[in-house]
């Protein structure tokens, strides 16, 4: 939660908070608004209405300002006094430099606050998938760089499956299958062969990316009906939860393969740490040599772990398939299983932290299309490159210091 302040993290802390004061202090200067901007908190079918939130622009923006300042300001003490950095700095700083951005960037416009988050949840979920594949193949040992290619293969798999049997659950299915074959490779050459891991993974993505882009043009585009065009998950709301203001619309009327997701990070978190299986994963990614030493098959355990890695970052390709659209199309995951991967660094390698940060960057890769549908004074190109500024202020800035296992990407020739 949290760290030392003598850690490059801690020092960065205080100078990133400090430099997104500055920079919305510099834009509320240059462009304020003088209209009012609402906050919808509610939809129809909520079963109270949580009446909605009208502040007026340039004011609550400006304030907002002053709140992060004096975030930044308890931020640089602590530094100073050598204490501890605790979490809800940033956490606060967040909510209350994105108030004042939403503020200026939606003046005489309405903020639908279900939509923004619901579909956060909605665009994070191949990320968090992927995010919980990067953990479990690196706490084992493995560098898994192949996110990516497992994340195409399983939406081109998803596709097919889908077509074929009218189903969308054999579609997620063929998807983890898909993901699982291009684990498979990655450990018979990182692992079996000891070709360096980092290699291995840019070739699979390289290879997943031609492969899928030939079948696409020689086999789906010619028999798009009968290959391309599965029917896709449609949203279930859960009844009772869904109903509940706010948190209902948001989490608990989502698409089935978004409760999949709950399950499997549950699953994830307590059978990396509750578990033997759990215990003698990271023993073989921390210190495999000691793990042999008491009769861990190091290779093995890498082995069955990566597989099941690809498996659940294959089923967030089918995403991209079954639920975002409902057809394949050429390179349709566009760099998501490295954005997975930066999120298993921002998580440090923690199956509940790695969530919350694919959460993070689903949230702004959404919010670029919220404010772009407003009509937002924000660039468009600005936008474009929200999900990957934020990608890199997390993984640069926020992170600092943050120690993989020890032998992650470390091949183990058994003595």
Not at 295 to 309: D, E, Q, S
């Amino acid at each position: 939660m949290v760290t030392p302040t003598r850690s490059a993290g801690t020092r960065k802390l205080p100078i990133i908070l400090g430099v997104l004061t500055i920079a919305l202090a510099i834009v509320l200067l240059r462009s304020g608004h003088s209209g009012k901007t609402r906050f919808q908190l509610a939809v129809d079918s909520d079963f109270v209405q949580l009446p909605d939130i009208v502040v007026p622009s340039g004011p609550t923006a400006w304030v907002m300002v002053v709140i992060s300042l004096a975030l930044t300001g308890e931020s640089v003490r602590r530094m100073l006094a050598h204490l501890r950095q605790p979490i809800w700095i940033p956490i606060a700083f967040a909510i209350a430099w994105m108030s004042g951005f939403l503020s200026w960037a939606a003046a005489d416009s309405r903020i639908l606050v279900v939509s923004l988050l619901g579909g956060a949840v909605a665009l994070a979920v191949p990320l968090v998938f992927g995010a919980l594949g990067g953990v479990l193949g690196e706490r084992a040992g493995v560098v898994n760089i192949a996110i990516e290619g497992q994340l195409l293969l399983g939406a081109f798999a998803a596709a097919i499956a889908a077509s074929t049997t009218g189903s969308p659950w054999a579609g997620l299915i063929a998807a983890a299958v898909a993901g699982a074959l291009v684990a498979l490779v990655l450990g018979l050459f990182a692992i079996t062969y000891f070709v360096d891991q980092v290699i291995v993974g840019v070739v699979l993505n390289v290879l997943v990316l031609g492969l899928t882009n030939f079948l696409f043009r020689q086999v789906l585009t010619p028999n798009a009906d009968t290959l391309n065009s599965p029917d896709r998950f449609q949203r279930l709301p859960i009844p009772i939860l869904g109903d509940i203001p706010l948190i209902g619309p948001i989490l608990f009327r989502q698409t089935p393969l978004v409760y999949l997701l709950y399950i499997v990070v549950v699953v994830v978190a307590y059978a990396l740490y509750r578990t033997r299986w759990g215990l003698r994963v990271r023993a073989v990614g921390e210190h495999p040599k000691a793990a042999d030493t008491v009769g861990i098959k190091v290779n093995r355990t890498r082995y069955r772990t990566i597989l099941l890695a690809g498996a659940i970052a294959g089923m967030g390709g089918a995403y991209y398939s079954l639920v975002s659209v409902s057809q394949f199309n050429r390179e349709m995951t566009g760099g998501a299983g490295y954005i997975a991967l930066a999120a298993v660094i921002f998580g440090k390698w923690d199956p509940i932290r790695a969530t919350l940060a694919a959460l993070l960057f689903g949230f702004a890769t959404n919010l670029q299309g919220v404010l772009s549908a407003i009509g937002s004074p924000v660039p468009s190109q600005f936008m474009l490159m929200l999900p990957y500024l934020v990608t890199i202020f997390a993984v640069a800035g926020l992170v600092g210091r943050s120690r993989p296992p020890a032998a992650d990407g470390v091949p183990y020739r058994q003595q």
